[in-house]
C-alpha cells in the first residue's frame, strides 16, 4: 500500500475500499506498532551510536500481539533513524494505519503461514482477506500452458528463458544454488566479491540473476565478477540479467534460494519448497528474514557484513539440511492446498469478488 490518498478521495466519493497491502501480515502489524515503540522511547534513536553498539540486536520486544519475541533489528530499516520527523518513519507509520481505515485488507500471504499473528490483527480488523501466495493462487487456476506463459507474470524486467534450459540440463535434482537479490538491492564491489568467492567454495551449481544496475558503480552482468571466480567455479556457475523466478524456484534442480528475503520472493520460496540463504538488507526485509528462519524453520541468515567462509557455510547448510528441506516440504504442501479449490486463499478470493460486486461499508 503506497497509494492510501486513494482512500481518503473514495470515502468522499461514497466508494467502498479495498486496501491491498504488499507485504507480510507480520510486517503490516509492526508497522501499526511504530507510533507504540515511540511512545516506549525506542525509537527514533538516541544518536548514530545505536546502530552499531548492539543496540538493535540486543533489544527484544514482546509485546505485539500474535508475534513471538523479535528484536529491534527485525523490524523494519525505517525506524533506524535518530530523527522524529523521519520522512520514511512518518510515511510508513501513516501508510499501516490508513490501511487499517479501508473496508477491507488483502493481503498475500495464506492463514497456516502468519496463523497467530493473523489472528491478532482480526481481532482488530475482522474483514481480512489472505489470498497468497499469489503466484500460486494465479498457477492453481490457469492450464499448464498459461501457467508457464511469461505474460501471465508481473515482472517487469525482460526474462532471460535460457537459464531453464540450463537448469534442464543439470543431471541432479537440488544441484543449483539460485541467487537473486531482486530488482532493488545493490551491491558494492567488495560484497560482489565475498558472495562469489563464497558461492565458488561452497562446491555447488550456481544460477545467479546479475541485473545491470546489482553493482554501485560497476554495472551488472558476468563482467563485474572477479576474474578469477569464472576458473575458480570451473564452469559450474550460469550468469542471467534475470530469469522467470517461480519456474526456477519450482525447477527440481535448484536446491536452495539465497535472497534479500523480499515479500514477494520469500512468498515464492516457500511456495515451491526451496530452502533459503536470507540476506536483507532494506525495509520489511528484516522481519521476513527473521520468519523465514527462525518461525518457519526454513532459511538461515547471513551476517549483514558479508564474508565468504559463512556464505559457503550457510549455502551447504542450506543445501544439505534435511530437516530444513522437511519443513521446507511442509510449508510447500500447506501453501498448495491454502491455493486449491476449498483452500483459505482460493474461497477468500471468491469471498472478497462477491464482497466488490456487492453493497458493503467502505
Not at 500452458?145 to 532471460?160: N, R
Not at 534442464?168 to 538491492?185: I, K, L, M, P, W
Given at each position: 500500500m503506497l497509494m492510501s490518498f486513494a482512500l481518503g478521495v473514495a470515502r468522499e466519493l461514497g466508494i467502498p475500499t479495498m486496501a491491498f497491502w504488499t507485504g507480510s501480515a507480520a510486517a503490516l502489524m509492526t508497522h501499526m506498532r511504530l507510533r507504540e515503540l515511540e511512545e516506549r522511547g525506542y525509537v527514533p534513536l538516541k544518536d548514530e551510536s545505536y546502530l552499531t553498539n548492539g543496540y538493535l540486536e540486543k533489544t527484544v520486544i514482546d509485546w505485539i500481539p500474535g508475534m513471538p519475541p523479535i528484536r529491534l533489528g527485525d523490524f523494519s530499516s525505517f525506524l533506524r533513524t535518530t530523527d522524529p520527523n523521519d520522512f520514511g518513519l512518518r510515511f510508513n507509520e501513516s501508510e499501516a494505519n490508513k490501511c487499517a481505515k479501508a473496508g477491507a485488507l488483502i493481503l498475500n500471504t495464506f492463514d497456516g503461514l502468519e496463523a497467530d499473528v493473523l489472528a491478532a490483527l482480526r481481532a482488530e480488523y475482522p474483514r481480512i482477506y489472505t489470498v497468497g501466495p499469489l503466484g500460486s493462487l494465479l498457477?492453481?487456476?490457469?492450464?499448464?500452458?498459461?501457467?508457464?506463459?511469461?505474460?501471465?507474470?508481473?515482472?517487469?524486467?525482460?526474462?532471460?528463458?535460457?537459464?531453464?534450459?540450463?537448469?534442464?540440463?543439470?543431471?541432479?535434482?537440488?544441484?543449483?544454488?539460485?541467487?537473486?537479490?531482486?530488482?532493488?538491492?545493490?551491491?558494492?564491489?567488495?560484497?560482489?566479491?565475498?558472495?562469489?568467492?563464497?558461492?565458488?567454495?561452497?562446491?555447488?551449481?550456481?544460477?545467479?540473476?546479475?541485473?545491470?544496475?546489482?553493482?554501485?558503480?560497476g554495472g551488472g552482468g558476468p563482467a563485474v565478477l572477479p576474474p578469477d571466480f569464472w576458473a575458480a567455479a570451473a564452469g559450474r556457475c550460469h550468469v542471467t540479467a534475470w530469469c522467470p523466478q517461480e519456474q526456477v524456484l519450482r525447477h527440481p534442480a535448484v536446491g536452495c534460494f539465497l535472497t534479500h528475503s523480499g515479500w514477494n520472493s520469500t512468498c515464492e520460496g516457500v511456495a515451491a519448497g526451496v530452502p533459503m540463504v536470507c540476506w536483507p538488507g532494506f525495509s520489511d526485509q528484516y522481519t521476513n528474514c527473521k520468519y523465514a528462519c527462525e518461525v518457519w524453520g526454513v532459511g538461515v541468515r547471513l551476517d549483514p557484513e558479508v564474508w565468504r567462509e559463512q556464505v559457503a557455510a550457510h549455502v551447504r547448510e542450506a543445501m544439505e539440511s534435511e530437516e530444513m528441506r522437511r519443513r521446507a516440504a511442509k510449508w510447500k504442501e500447506e501453501a498448495e492446498t491454502a491455493t486449491s479449490p476449498g483452500g483459505s486463499s482460493f474461497e477468500n478470493l471468491l469471498t472478497m469478488v462477491r464482497a466488490l460486486s456487492g453493497t458493503h461499508e467502505s
Open positions: 498457477r492453481q487456476n490457469l492450464d499448464s500452458a498459461a501457467a508457464a506463459d511469461d505474460s501471465t507474470g508481473l515482472s517487469l524486467w525482460k526474462q532471460d528463458a535460457e537459464c531453464l534450459a540450463w537448469l534442464d540440463a543439470q543431471e541432479r535434482q537440488r544441484s543449483v544454488v539460485y541467487v537473486n537479490f531482486g530488482s532493488h538491492t545493490v551491491l558494492t564491489p567488495e560484497q560482489l566479491a565475498e558472495f562469489a568467492w563464497g558461492l565458488a567454495a561452497s562446491g555447488h551449481l550456481i544460477l545467479w540473476c546479475i541485473r545491470d544496475n546489482l553493482v554501485r558503480g
